[in-house]
């Protein structure tokens, strides 16, 4: 479960308006939001402020029934932030690792048996289509491949919260609507997910609740 | 089904962030000197141990034509006696509390503490007094009249105190321990400077992966610790290495030191220890001294890493 009030977050050292500004909505256990709104809207830095990148300067945020503040112990917060599943827009692979590597990674830092990492690598990669590339190192994929890789590690380990930034974009039209079709069914099965995205098509072909965000603000909460 | 797993754990690449060779080198350099300071500490401490136990507690009576009878004076005149001058100031000596040691020095002992000023003339052309070696029990003092007792009952007795000697070449080791003690502290916190210097390298070159890795849920005992032991095990191989290094001046300096660590008089000698049973000479809290070091040095790398990766991580939240 996800529940902002009045949340507001400003870089720091900066002068001028916050960011993010006075952000109040729910979202409830297995519920899905699309996140929409123009460039520089802020879906960026609130899916930032909802992985614990950054934390709110005013307001409250409650995060899978956690309170989270500035003074939230780090543990806390890295315990969190295992329990989200994030796919940005640049991907953010590691490049000397190979593709298995790269997805096996939550696991690993999880400290799962490496049995098991193997048996979860294996069967996310062929869903995600990857099953060619599997030992192919990261920085050799193309644009298309990299975000597969990065969607499969942002799963990987069965998050309570995904976040998607633009996650369809350097894929093509099928597997955008496979992907689509994938966060639809974990969202039924209990996994918060929030997508921002700039794709009307998308957002028709899976009709949900929607969050729009102009300039740092709230202006429509679809819920 | 297995996997082509790369083999690389989690991207830091720590190989490529922290190389071997500076860290490992500079603290080889660091290491070497510290053994070297190491054992001049030892050497120092041990000295000043024997001069503030030893010397102190050690008199050297010379007793002038020992052999002769001595003649004791009394109310009725001179009187000769059937005991010599050394065996009467021996008897005196007996006199001293249990405990004490007394070693009248035989021709040969005293032949060869002379052979190095008077040459093989020393051994039979002078008439030589009697050399008495005294030591004290630990914690004992010579009697304050001893001097004036003996000098009463054999005319020309010498008795020579070590003490002021001993204090003052006391107070010279304590210096020169101390001045060891401040090398070693400054080597430890050059090491300590260098290890940070190089943590804090390898962290801007490996920014973009940890904070990936941050994102994925990393713990910061976990980056920390994979910073702290690659800089450990480094620090542990160069200062393992500096160590041997140092080992073949630090034989070749005590083997030429070995004549002047003779705790007593019979026991010195001129000649060098033999190469074979050097190693059964060196001091145990030496030898255990620079077999800590490579330990020590990794605890400083990885005690170090650990501190400024962890300050580090603080700026992410």
Request: no cysteine; proline share 10%; charged share 15%.
């Given at each position: 479960m996800i529940r902002l009030k009045a949340v507001s977050w400003r870089r720091e050292r900066r002068e001028g308006a916050p960011v993010l500004s006075n952000l109040s909505f729910d979202v409830p256990q297995g519920g899905f939001r699309w996140l929409l709104g123009?460039?520089?809207?802020g879906k960026t830095s609130l899916l930032s402020l909802l992985h614990l990148e950054n934390l709110p300067t005013d307001g409250t945020l409650c995060l899978l029934d956690k309170d989270v503040t500035a003074q939230t112990p780090r543990a806390v917060l890295v315990r969190l932030r295992q329990r989200i599943g994030m796919v940005h827009q640049d991907f953010r692979l590691m490049p000397d690792l190979s593709v298995a590597d790269n997805v096996a990674l939550p696991l690993r830092l999880q400290h799962r048996p490496e049995d098991e990492i193997t048996d979860e690598v294996h069967a996310i990669l062929k869903w995600v289509g990857l099953g060619e590339c599997i030992?192919?190192?990261?920085?050799?994929?193309s644009g298309g491949e990299q975000q597969r890789t990065a969607i499969a590690r942002a799963i990987v380990h069965r998050p309570g919260l995904i976040l998607a930034d633009e996650?369809?974009?350097?894929?093509?039209e099928p597997q955008a609507h496979k992907l689509l079709d994938l966060f639809g069914e974990l969202s039924s099965m209990g996994t918060t997910v929030i997508v921002a995205t700039h794709n009307e098509a998308l957002v028709r072909r899976l009709p949900r609740p929607a969050l729009v965000l102009e300039r740092g603000r709230l202006v429509q909460d679809g819920a | 089904m297995a996997l082509p797993f790369s083999g690389r754990k989690d991207g830091l690449s720590l190989s490529e962030a922290l190389p071997d060779r500076s860290l490992f080198v500079l603290v080889a350099m660091m290491s070497f000197l510290a053994a070297l300071t190491l054992t001049g500490a030892t050497g120092a401490r041990t000295l000043s141990t024997r001069w503030a136990g030893g010397a102190a507690q050690l008199l050297t009576i010379q007793v002038s034509e020992p052999d002769q009878p001595l003649i004791a004076s009394g109310k009725t005149g001179k009187t000769t006696t059937q005991q010599t001058r050394a065996d009467t100031v021996l008897a005196d000596l007996?006199?001293?509390?249990?405990g004490t040691q007394v070693h009248r020095l035989t021709q040969e002992e005293l032949a060869r503490l002379l052979t190095p000023w008077l040459?093989?003339?020393?051994?039979?052309?002078l008439p030589l007094p009697a050399v008495i070696e005294v030591r004290l029990a630990e914690g004992q003092e010579a009697p304050a009249d001893l001097e004036q007792t003996l000098s009463t009952h054999v005319p020309g007795t010498v008795v020579e105190h070590n003490a002021e000697w001993s204090t003052r070449l006391r107070a010279l080791a304590e210096s020169l321990l101390a001045c060891a003690a401040l090398a070693l502290a400054t080597v430890g916190g050059i090491a300590t400077l260098i290890t940070a210097l190089s943590t804090r390298a390898g962290l801007s070159t490996r920014r973009d992966i940890i904070e990936i890795l941050h994102g994925l849920g990393a713990t910061d005992s976990y980056i920390a610790g994979r910073f702290a032991w690659r800089t450990g095990g480094l620090a542990f191989g160069g200062g393992l290495l500096g160590t041997v290094l140092a080992m073949a001046p630090l034989l070749l300096l005590f083997r030429m030191a070995a004549p002047f660590a003779a705790s007593t008089l019979q026991a010195s000698s001129t000649a060098m220890p033999d190469w074979r049973t050097l190693p059964d000479l060196l001091p145990g809290d030496m030898l255990a001294g620079l077999a800590a070091l490579p330990f020590v040095a990794a605890f400083i790398g990885w005690a170090t890493t650990q501190f400024m990766v962890r300050v580090w991580l603080r700026r992410m939240p």
């Open positions: 123009p460039s520089g809207a030992g192919v190192r990261a920085s050799r994929l996650p369809t974009n350097a894929l093509e | 007996a006199t001293l509390p249990s040459g093989e003339a020393g051994k039979t052309a």
